[in-house]
């Protein structure tokens, strides 16, 4: 980690300092006859990518830039959410990426990736020149229909993991029996499609032990949704009639919302919640915005090394850029890390990129503890463009109608491969 | 003569047998280590494949593909790549130590 005295201690210590003494800012200069990777935003994208670049490239300087010194994942946190697992559960911290791989931590809020000098600008001032930047930014969302910045300290919208996730888990928790849990889920794209409809599933788990008098409605701003078979074979074996889902055009549309008293005008009339999960609709993260990598919501990018098309040394990996076919998932934004790290590797050194890359997503959602079920796809990414090799016969879903040992054997899997991701990018 | 019949029986095995490229293989596996761990080592009940053997673990790939084994998730993941690919594959798994 990083702290201030740390910091002053590469300016002197590793690299030259340069200082303009009128404005006070300082510059954290490029080390001599070394290259420097530094990438700003610690998930899924983010971390992996430092870490493998460290593997392809170990005399690269690799500065990882996140601002918080937990990271709490989404995926399993839907698990948080219904009490089957502490929030610790998916909490994870940089330690050993610094002492393990030698990445250089640094937990500080970026200001915005200046292309035009190559350079990283923190909000404090300082400048870190970089050779290549992995910009990891995630998602934001946008605000409106009566949702605004602030709301979610009552309808909490849980799609960010920490203090979201401890708050909609205590509300469910406090929530009387025979409430009413609402969910509005938004319309493409957005981060984790199957994500709404594991933790509906999750949260009906919960109440079916507790609270079982309870309901739960989902106003979708769609017609369908991910793994929608699976999921709704799973609700009629499991929760019969607790769960009504109701699409955009038959009942789900969202008109506007009071986040406090927690009633949603829809345009079949008023619905009224005990418990409000609004999950609003996405764009990139701000960052993004402020490098001038967006273009519309997303970061357009080449295909083949996720070099942002706007600013060159630039890549954009994860929720944040367009990888046409791949869902904004947390397994993509690993795949694209360590992707986007070996090309920037041998880019580094001048030798020919991987041709063509070939990456993948599997997506595993709990229906319950025991009962899982999956999605996955593998890609190769073309000139402009990431195709899913689905017509090889490659990826799909889970069988429908299958037995409750293939359910339970895809729920073990679920967790399973929780641990071994943390592990390959934290670890 | 023998030894040349001894030449051209080492040609002749080594042409069954793609030779490794380390860079393609390890690109490759980058998709098998987002669920079985880097490098193959693993830590859960997705399994080890970290220094399996090279011969063995690309029949069982070929198996996967051909629908000779099955499984809930492998066979998913194994038709979006070429034999030669998944030969690939095997032979960076068996270069990792275990």
């Known amino acids: 980690m990083i702290n201030r005295r740390s910091f002053n201690k590469i300016l002197l210590g590793t690299t030259a300092l340069s200082f303009a003494a009128c404005t006070g800012i300082s510059e954290l200069s490029l080390p001599k006859n070394k290259k420097r990777v530094v990438i700003v935003g610690g998930g899924f994208g983010g971390a992996t990518a430092a870490k493998y670049l460290k593997r392809f490239s170990p005399d690269t300087e690799v500065i990882l830039i996140e601002q918080n010194k937990d990271y ?10 219904a009490g089957m697992n502490k929030i610790d559960y998916i909490k994870h911290d940089y330690k050993t990426l610094e002492s393990k791989y030698n990445i250089i931590v640094m937990h500080e809020k970026v200001k915005k990736v200046d292309g035009t000098i190559n350079s990283v600008i923190l909000e404090n001032g300082k400048i870190i020149p970089y050779t290549k930047a992995i910009v990891a930014p995630g998602i934001d969302f946008k605000y409106d229909k009566g949702y605004e ?14 203090e979201q996730t401890v708050l909609l888990s205590e509300q469910l928790k406090n929530m009387k029996d025979g409430g009413t849990f609402v969910m509005v889920a938004p319309n493409n794209p957005f981060r984790c499609p199957p994500g709404p409809y594991e933790r509906v599933s999750l949260v009906a788990h919960y109440l079916k032990h507790n609270k079982p ?116 998932s947390g397994f993509s934004a690993n795949s ?8 920037i590797s041998r880019i580094l050194v001048n030798l020919p990129l991987v041709n063509p890359p070939k990456l993948a997503n599997t997506c595993y959602s709990l229906v319950s503890p025991n009962y899982g079920i999956s999605v996955a796809a593998v890609y190769e990414a073309h000139e402009n463009e990431i195709v899913d090799l689905k017509s090889l016969g490659a990826g799909g879903l889970s069988p429908s109608y299958a037995d409750e040992g293939i359910r339970m054997q895809e729920a073990e899997y679920a967790v399973g491969w929780y641990k071994n991701q943390m592990s390959d990018i934290f670890r | 003569m023998k030894k040349l019949g001894l030449l051209l029986l080492c040609l002749s095995s080594l042409s069954f047998a793609a030779e490794y490229d380390p860079v393609k293989g390890e690109m490759l596996s980058l998709s098998c280590t987002s669920c079985h ?28 593909k051909s629908g000779k084994r099955t499984e809930t998730m492998m066979q998913k993941h194994v038709k979006g790549f070429t034999d030669e690919e998944l030969e690939q594959i095997a032979y960076y798994f068996s270069s990792v130590k275990r």
């Open chain 1, 149 to 162: 910045q602030g709301s979610e300290a009552y309808a909490p919208h849980a799609y960010k993991a920490g």
């Open chain 1, 72 to 81: 709490y994942t989404c995926p399993f946190s839907n698990t948080v959410i």
């Open chain 2, 37 to 64: 761990g880097t490098e193959g080592k693993s830590e859960a009940i997705t399994p080890y494949i970290a220094g399996m053997g090279k011969a063995n673990m690309y029949q069982i790939l070929l198996d996967f």
């Open chain 1, 336 to 343: 694209q890390g360590k992707i986007a790290a070996l090309q």
């Open chain 1, 213 to 328: 008098n309870s309901k739960i409605v989902i106003l979708d701003q769609k017609n369908k949704f991910s793994k929608q078979g699976l999921f709704q074979e799973g609700w009629d074996k499991l929760y019969k009639d607790m769960i009504d889902w109701r699409s955009v055009e038959f009942g789900g549309k969202v008109i506007s919302v009071n986040p406090k008293t927690k009633v949603i005008k829809t345009d079949d009339g008023e619905v009224r919640a005990d418990v409000l999960n609004y999950i609003p609709e996405q764009k990139a993260g701000k960052l993004a915005f402020d490098s001038g990598l967006v273009d519309g919501d997303w970061c357009p990018i080449n295909t083949k090394t996720f070099e942002s098309k706007l600013v060159k040394n630039v890549y954009v990996i994860g929720d944040a850029c367009i990888a046409g076919p791949m869902p904004k």
